[in-house]
């Protein structure tokens, strides 16, 4: 039902290396950044995410802080990329759900992190908890 308030569709850059739905006119990732700053607009391809797929939802007890806010890939670090660059994460539900709504059933112990996290990867992040510490998260 919220999606229904979310624009019917919305630009992305369209690169398979990119773990995000990018902004075009405002991507967070360097390599979003780059494709933007070294391509003409008619070179960087542009598709579009149907409102019905900007919404997701974590229904299980047992969610870990890496299933919500991502963590280091094991795999990327042997291959040859520093645990300090950006292509090592692997982004969780949060960051590829910017500019959707993700929500969430039961929040780990630790709501404060979720806050922080929250709002370092989305300028317009907000956060609603319930006394049943049910939670969502909308992301624009």
Do not use: Q
Not at 28 to 49: C, F, M, N, Q
Not at 52 to 58: D, F, G, V
Not at 65 to 90: H, R, W, Y
């Amino acid at each position: 039902m919220l999606v229904r308030f979310l624009d019917e569709w919305t630009p992305y850059i369209d690169h398979p290396d990119l773990p995000v739905h990018e902004d075009p006119l405002n991507p967070i990732t360097t390599l979003g950044k780059r494709l933007v700053a070294e391509h003409s607009e008619e070179d960087v391809k542009i598709a579009w995410w149907h409102r019905s797929h900007r919404y997701t939802e974590r229904l299980s007890p047992g969610t870990k802080f890496a299933d919500i806010i991502g963590e280091i890939d094991p795999g990327k670090l042997t291959g040859g990329v520093s645990m300090n660059a950006e292509e090592a994460l692997a982004f969780g539900l949060i960051p590829r759900m910017h500019r959707g709504i993700f929500a969430m059933n039961e929040l780990p112990n630790s709501t404060i992190w979720c806050k922080s996290a929250c709002s370092t990867f989305s300028r317009n992040a907000t956060f609603k908890s319930a006394d049943t510490r049910s939670s969502l998260i909308s992301m624009s």
